[in-house]
C-alpha cells in the first residue's frame, strides 16, 4: 500500500512504523533477514490488539522480501534526505519508529523511536562492507574510530534493541548509551526439523556459510584440514574471484575446498544435510545465523570459543580456539568419536528452539508499549 493511498488511523489505535529500509532486493544478508522475520513475527503478535504496523521501504523490489502488509515508500537510508524523514514520519501520524538499524534520522521527531544495534565488531575490525558506496565507507571507517559518534547515535533513541545478550552485555560495557536497552533477539528462520536418522560422523564434510571479511577468519579453517586428512570443506557462500584466490593459496597439501561460489537454499540444505558439521572461526559476531540453523536441521557445529557462541549454541557445540589450526582440527574430529555426533546433533536441534521470533515480536511489543506510555502516545 503506497503513501498516497494510506487511510488515517483512530486517534485511540498505537501507529507503529518499522524500518524495513535495509532488506535487499533479490536475497537477505543477516541484518535484511533479521527485518524481515521480526516483521513477519510483529504482524503476527499485534493482530486483533490497538497496534497498527507499517513498514517503510525505500524500493518497492524490497516487498519480494517481506510479510504482506501496509508500507510506505521513503527515502534510501544512506541518502542525505535522511536528516529530513523525521518529519516525514510526523506527517504520517507515527506514535513509535523502530528501526532495524541505529542511523535513522531523527531531527524534529514527535515520536517515540527506537534504535537497534547488532553488534560492536567494526570498532576492532573497521573495514566496511564493500557494496556500500565510497562517501559511505570513508564515513563508516571515520564513524568507528571511536564509541563516541555511536553514544551520540543511541542517545538520541527512547530505547535501543540489542540482538542478543551478548550484544547488550557490550552496550553496557562500553556505556553506549543511557537509555534503557531490550533485547529483541535474533533467531533461525527455520523451526527445528526432526531428529537425524542418518548418521554423518563418517563423512568427513565441513561447510562454511557466511562473508569473508579478516574478522570471520576463514584462513584458519583451510589450514586446519593439513590436520584433518580426509575432510572436505564446503565454502558455501558468494565470493569473488581475488577473495577466492587468496584463500586457495593457503590450501594445505592434498586438501580438499569446494568453493561453491553461492548456493541456492535448496541446495544448501542438501549441503547442510550432507554435512558432518557446519563450522566457523569468526573472532567475532553479532549473533551468528548460520549457526543456529544448522543447529535446528540437527546439524553439529564447530566454533570459536567466543562469548556469543556460548549463548547461542549453549552445550550443542564444540568449542575451539580460532587462532590455532590444530585445536580447530581436533574439536572437529570430537564428532567423529562414538556417539559424539549424534549427542551434539539432538542437543542442537534443542537449543536452536531456545530462540523463537515469536518470543522476539513479544519483546519488541512490550517495548513499543514501553515508549508509548512514557511519550503518551496513542492506546497503550
Known amino acids: ?20 529500509r535495509f532488506t535487499r532486493t533479490t536475497h537477505h544478508d543477516g541484518i535484511s533477514r533479521y527485518g524481515a522475520c521480526l516483521l513477519a513475527a510483529l504482524l503476527e503478535a499485534v493482530e486483533g490488539t490497538d497496534i497498527d504496523v507499517t513498514a517503510i521501504i525505500s524500493d518497492e523490489a524490497q516487498l519480494a522480501l517481506l510479510p504482506d502488509c501496509r508500507w510506505v515508500r521513503l527515502n534510501d537510508p544512506t541518502s542525505p534526505a535522511e536528516v529530513a524523514i523525521a518529519g516525514k514520519l510526523n506527517g504520517l501520524g507515527a506514535d513509535v519508529v523502530f528501526s532495524t538499524m541505529q542511523t535513522m534520522g531523527s531531527f524534529g521527531r514527535n515520536y517515540g523511536l527506537i534504535l537497534t544495534i547488532h553488534d560492536l ?17 570513508l564515513l563508516w571507517r571515520a564513524y568507528h574510530l571511536s564509541f563516541v559518534p555511536q553514544r551520540l547515535l543511541l542517545n538520541r533513541a527512547d530505547a535501543v534493541a540489542a540482538v542478543s545478550q551478548t550484544t547488550k552485555d557490550l552496550i553496557a560495557a562500553h556505556r553506549l548509551t543511557t537509555k534503557p536497552v531490550a ?4 533467531a533461525a528462520e527455520v523451526a527445528a526439523a526432526g531428529a537425524r536418522t542418518v548418521n554423518r560422523s563418517a563423512a568427513r564434510t565441513l561447510i562454511y556459510m557466511g562473508a569473508f571479511l579478516p574478522y570471520k577468519n576463514v584462513e584458519a579453517l583451510i589450514l586446519a584440514l593439513e590436520y584433518l586428512p580426509g575432510w572436505t570443506l564446503h565454502v558455501a557462500s558468494r565470493i569473488d574471484g581475488p577473495r577466492e584466490a587468496q584463500l586457495r593459496a593457503l590450501i594445505p597439501d592434498r586438501a580438499r575446498v569446494v568453493f561453491h561460489r553461492g548456493v541456492s537454499e535448496e541446495r544448501y540444505a542438501e549441503l547442510l544435510d550432507e554435512a ?26 564447530a566454533v570459536s570459543d567466543i562469548p556469543i557462541f556460548k549463548e ?69
Not at 183 to 186: A, D, L, P, Q, R
Not at 313 to 339: H, K, N
Open 1 to 20: 500500500m503506497s503513501k498516497s493511498t494510506m487511510s488515517l488511523q483512530p486517534e485511540s489505535r498505537l501507529s507503529v512504523f518499522f524500518d524495513a
Open 121 to 137: 565488531i567494526y570498532y576492532s575490525h573497521p573495514q566496511p562492507p564493500k557494496d556500500l558506496p565510497l562517501p559511505i565507507r
Open 183 to 186: 533485547v529483541v533477539s535474533n
Open 276 to 301: 558432518t558439521a557446519l563450522v566457523t572461526a569468526s573472532r567475532e559476531e553479532g549473533f551468528g545465523l548460520p549457526v543456529i540453523e544448522a543447529m535446528a536441521q540437527g546439524v553439529p557445529v
Open 312 to 380: 547461542i549454541a549453549g552445550d550443542a557445540a564444540v568449542y575451539f580456539d580460532q587462532e590455532d589450526p590444530r585445536a580447530i582440527a581436533a574439536a572437529i574430529s570430537e564428532l567423529t568419536e562414538p556417539g559424539t555426533w549424534e549427542q551434539k546433533s539432538q542437543a542442537g536441534l534443542v537449543q536452536s528452539q531456545t530462540f523463537a521470533w515469536e518470543d522476539s515480536a513479544q519483546a519488541l511489543v512490550e517495548l513499543i508499549r514501553t515508549v508509548a506510555a512514557e511519550r503518551g502516545s496513542g492506546s497503550v
